[in-house]
């Protein structure tokens, strides 16, 4: 278990969900989103943008994402926007901040 803070998310994707059934971190990171099973184009690449500004450079943010367009877009977009993927596991993916 890490001291991972939760991001808030707009797509409200685990709202109605228990806080013990919702999804944890699995690495060591400053901050954690789950975007669930939602594709990049249908919001949380947005959340995750957002969130990303208000980090300070070198922070981490574990995404987890279940829709198999993320391991694409996520990438590309972090490339764009000069951030790195630091590792990937199944549906997780560690970002650092530029």
């Known amino acids: 278990m890490t001291n991972s803070q939760t ?3 707009t797509s409200g994707t685990h709202d109605d969900m ?6 944890r971190p699995v690495f060591d ?6 975007a669930g ?15 990303m500004r208000t980090m300070s ?3 981490t943010l574990e995404i987890r994402a279940t829709d198999p367009t993320v ?9 764009l926007a000069g951030h790195q993927i630091i ?3 199944n ?3 560690l970002v650092r901040r530029r």
Do not use: M, N
Request: glycine letters at 6%; proline letters at 10%.
């Open 7 to 9: 991001v808030p998310t």
């Open 18 to 23: 228990p806080e013990e059934a919702k999804p």
């Open 29 to 34: 990171s400053d901050f954690f989103y789950d």
């Open 37 to 51: 099973d939602l594709g990049c184009a249908f919001g949380p690449l947005d959340d995750v943008a957002a969130f």
């Open 57 to 59: 450079s070198g922070q």
């Open 71 to 79: 391991a694409v877009d996520l990438p590309a977009w972090c490339r």
């Open 87 to 89: 590792t990937q596991q």
């Open 91 to 93: 549906d997780r993916y």
